[in-house]
């Protein structure tokens, strides 16, 4: 598996593989993969932070939180042993120290899960029998001893709605910003989920990346942001304004559980 090492323009050094995605961007541009979205959830997240890297790949947005959100400490976690050598790599050939890294798949129970590999950085959890390249360790993250966090990165390639399930008591004590990536058919389980759990989406960096933030913390300006992205999603989804989106909106304003006695009083149907 072949290995190439790039220098980005700010002097951070990258290893990625070749052939790959993630690595072909970096190598192209000479910059962090993503590097567009990295620097628009920066504007919602504060300095010295607890921040969890939920698939955390090769360490591109790991690195970039230390060095740009000035995080306090970075728990990162990445299944792939191929992978996680790598991104073991890339936080000692920069230094960092403020980045501990867990060689584990985070899901709704602990277990043991078999993995298949499409492309050196790309394989999924526990799909069939065939070409099984070995085992790795599953664990709910509300198991785990590490401080609560503040922001948390998730991208797990299609497992977001068990990583979520695994860690329910943590998001109701932190109640953190989370930035998650989700593929379609999984999007109306997963917003569901989040939003019964106090949080609404407050920005849509496409059609896969959305920024959830707590109902009850929202203040005003991120409430416009919540109510925009909202309308967006309404008019893009369904090219109208729809019941779900008049929920929403309710949620946003007065808080899920007020909204749901309004909701329920006017339109005799729950949230």
Known sequence: ???SKTKLKDNTKILSFKNDYVGNDIRKNKTFFENFYLKEVHKY???NLVIYDIGANIGNHSIYFSKYYKAKKIYSFEPDPITFKLLKKNIAINSISNIALYNIGLGDKNCN???LRDTPNQMCLNMTKENVLGEIKIKKLDD???PLPQFIKIDVEGNEINVLKGMEKTLKKSKPLIWIET???????LDTLLKKLGFEIIDRLNHENYIYYPTKNMKFHLKICALKTALYM????YKKI?????KDILSILLGRNVAKKIYYTIFKSKI
């Open 1 to 3: 598996m072949q290995i």
């Open 45 to 47: 997240v504060k300095d």
């Open 113 to 115: 899960a078999e993995i």
């Open 144 to 146: 785990l001893n590490i």
């Open 183 to 189: 593929w379609d058919k999984n999007f109306n389980e």
């Open 234 to 237: 309404a008019l893009y989804n």
């Open 242 to 246: 729809t019941i779900k989106t008049i």
